[in-house]
């Protein structure tokens, strides 16, 4: 495919097909996905391949709790699990709501299930000692998760970047022997799947970019 042609179309897939992604194309994709850059090239990122039916039961049972806030909080109007305003559903609401089994099933579904983690003894986390939720990070690991799906959708497949299971990381670590300082990055299932979107809705080059200033003008094509 062509490059902007992947670019433009890798969706969110959750609905696979019986079909098997086989190791050697797992292989391939990540062979391409590898030459995602990392702060200082420290390449700390680790891929755990699971297929095991009885860890996929888990790391969708671990999904649970973070999904059910999630949804309560959508159906709440609230932007979920941002780190700036707190939730203003109690706890209770939480506990009652059900998530939608796309939020809590698609680990069950696909033909492999890909655990991204990245090893904090390599990452240099710039923004650690801001009073804000560290992102820096995930900027040493995200690019090759992201190529992962890229490459996967050049390739026939799809998947979805999934972090819900990460709201457990400790019970996530000993479930998959991770050390301590390891962070779960993604859990990502993939597969073939059942359709292929191709209109993904996605704002305007205008609506989130200014020239000079945080309000300055908008950049547009001419
Ligand atoms: C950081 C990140 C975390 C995400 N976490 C989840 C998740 O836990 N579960 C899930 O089903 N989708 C998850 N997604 C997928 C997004 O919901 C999806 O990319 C978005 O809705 C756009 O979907 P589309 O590409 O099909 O248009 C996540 C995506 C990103 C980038």
Avoid at 10 to 26: G, I, N, Q, S, V
Avoid at 76 to 85: F, T, Y
Avoid at 187 to 194: A, D, H, T
């Amino acid at each position: 495919m062509e490059l902007y042609d992947v670019m433009r179309t890798t969706f969110a897939a959750r609905d696979f097909t019986d079909d098997p992604l086989p190791d050697a194309t797992l292989y391939k994709i990540l062979e391409n996905a590898r030459f995602a850059p990392t702060g200082g090239n420290r390449q700390g990122g680790q891929v755990i391949v699971v297929r095991d039916r009885k860890t996929r039961e888990a790391l969708s049972a671990l999904t649970i709790p973070a999904a059910k806030r999630y949804t309560a909080q959508v159906k709440a109007g609230e932007n979920p699990w941002n780190s700036i305003d707190p939730p203003t559903v109690d706890a209770e609401t939480i506990e009652q709501t059900t998530p939608p089994s796309r939020l809590t099933d698609t680990v069950l579904r696909a033909a492999v299930v890909l655990i991204v983690c990245v090893d904090l003894k390599v990452v240099a986390s710039m923004d650690q000692y801001l009073e804000r939720v560290g992102v820096i990070s995930g900027a040493s690991i995200y690019p090759f998760v992201w190529n992962i799906l890229l490459a996967a959708r050049h390739e026939g497949y799809g998947g979805t970047i999934t972090t819900m299971a990460v709201a457990q990381e400790p019970k996530l670590q000993e479930l998959l022997g991770i050390p301590e300082h390891v962070a779960v990055c993604a859990i990502m299932p993939l597969g073939k799947p059942v359709k292929q979107l191709t209109k993904l809705k996605r704002n305007s080059v205008s609506s989130f970019t200014v020239l000079e200033q945080w309000d300055g003008e908008p950049l547009t094509e001419e």
